[in-house]
C-alpha cells in the first residue's frame, strides 16, 4: 500500500496553508510531519482524511480498497480525543469500535484499554480520568477496529514516559504487519526507518 | 453497517439517559410550559379546554426544539464529528440514526406525558388522545427540520437562538397541521383525518429528504 501525493496545495478561508507539496507514503515505514506551529501539519492529516477539500494536485492511494476513500481506510486520531465523558471508557471504545466496522464486544475494548495499560479504568466515566489517560483511551480505538492507515496528530500529547513507549511498541507492531502510519509530531517518536517530512513556515517544503 | 447504526443508536440512548444528558429537560420544560398558561389566562375552564391542543402543541414544539442545537455540537467540539465522517455508515445514515435516538429520548417522553399535562388545561378524554397521536405523528418532522438547522449551526458558539429562527419558520406548517389535527375532537369543526395525513406526510418527508440536507451542511461546515 501506497500514498502518494503530487503537487498538493490546501487552502483555508482563501488563504493558502500549503502549496506544491509532493511525498509518499509507504506501508511499513511511518512518514513523520515535523515543522513548526502553523506550519500546516495537522491541515495535511485532515486533508488527507478528507475533512479539507484540495486546492490543488492529487491524493492517490495504491492498494487500498477502490471502492472507499482514503478516509473510509483511515484511522484519524485528531487533537480531541474524540471520547464521551459521560460513557465509561469501555463503552466508549466498544461504541468506537461498531461505527467503525470492528468488532464491538466489549472482550475487544477491554483488551486494547489492557494494551495501553488502562484496564483498570475500563469501568470508569471518561470525565473522571486525567488528559493522559484519556489520549490512552483515545489511542485504544486505533486497536478496536482494523483500518490500514493511521493518521495520528500529536499522538504523544499529554502522554507520561511509559505510555509513550507502550505507543511506540504499538506503531513498530503495526508497521511490522503492513500498516500505514503518517504521523504530525514535535517530539521524534524514534521509529527506526520512518522518513521525515519537514514542512516550513507558511507551508513551504523546507528540506 | 447495521451493527454500526446499532452502535451509535446504542451510544446516543446511553448519553441521553446518563445524568446531565438532556433526555429530561425537554419534558420538563413541557411541564413548566402547561403549568404556566393556567396561571395566565385564568381559571375558565372551557376556554382552557378549547385552546389546550394549541398549548400542547406549542409547548410540544418548543420543548422538541430545546435540545435539539447540541444534536453535533457536543460531537463537533469533541472530535466525534471527525470520526464519525469517516466511519462505516455514510453521513446521511449517521444524521437519521441520531435523530431517531433524538426522538425516542427527547420528543417520545413528551407523547407519553401529554395525555397528563393535558389534565391539567380541562381536557376530555378524547382530545387528549388525539393530541397525543398527532405529536406521534409531527414530532418525527421536528426532529429531522431541526436537525437541518442543528448541522447549519455545528460550528457557532451559542449557535441555539440562530438555530430556532432557522427551523422555527419551517416547523410553522406542522404546527398548524399537528393543532388542527388535535382540536378536531374539541369542536373546531375541521375533521381529524385530513390534518393528520399532512402530519404524517411532513413527517415522512422530512425523515426522506432532511438526512441530506443534515449531512452536507455537515460536510461543509466542517471544512
Known sequence: MRLRAKDIAIERGGRSILSGLSFEARAGAALILVGPNGAGKSTLLRAIAGFLPLAAGALALEGGAAEMSIGEQAHYLGHADALKGALTAGENLAFWAGALGGDSSPGVARAALGRLGLAHVADFPVRALSAGQKRRVALARLLVAPRPIWLLDEPTTALDVAAQSLLLAILRERLATGGLIIAATHAPLGLDGAETLALGAGGRVAA | ?223
Do not use: Y
Open chain 2, 1 to 223: 453497517m447495521s451493527g454500526a447504526a446499532r452502535a451509535l443508536f446504542a451510544r446516543e440512548w446511553r448519553i441521553a439517559r446518563r445524568i446531565g444528558g438532556g433526555a429530561s429537560v425537554g419534558a420538563v420544560f413541557f411541564l413548566i410550559l402547561v403549568t404556566i398558561m393556567p396561571f395566565a389566562l385564568g381559571p375558565d375552564l372551557n376556554l382552557l379546554a378549547r385552546i389546550g391542543p394549541a398549548i400542547l402543541w406549542i409547548a410540544a414544539l418548543l420543548s422538541a426544539l430545546l435540545g435539539l442545537d447540541r444534536l453535533f455540537q457536543g460531537d463537533a467540539e469533541d472530535g466525534s464529528l471527525d470520526v464519525l465522517i469517516n466511519a462505516s455508515l455514510p453521513l446521511e445514515l449517521m444524521v437519521l440514526v441520531k435523530c431517531a435516538a433524538h426522538w425516542a429520548t427527547n420528543a417520545l417522553p413528551l407523547v407519553v406525558v401529554s395525555p397528563l399535562f393535558g389534565l391539567m388545561l380541562a381536557m376530555d378524554a378524547k382530545p387528549l388522545a388525539l393530541v397525543a397521536l398527532s405529536l406521534v405523528a409531527g414530532t418525527p418532522a421536528l426532529t429531522m427540520i431541526g436537525a437541518i438547522g442543528a448541522a447549519l449551526t455545528v460550528s457557532l458558539r451559542r449557535g441555539g437562538l440562530l438555530m430556532a429562527v432557522l427551523v422555527l419558520p419551517l416547523a410553522i406548517p406542522v404546527l398548524i397541521f399537528g393543532v388542527s389535527a388535535a382540536s378536531a375532537a374539541s369542536g373546531g369543526g375541521a375533521p381529524f383525518l385530513t390534518p393528520f395525513l399532512m402530519l404524517c406526510a411532513f413527517s415522512l418527508g422530512a425523515v426522506a429528504l432532511a438526512p441530506f440536507a443534515a449531512a452536507a451542511a455537515l460536510r461543509h461546515v466542517r471544512e
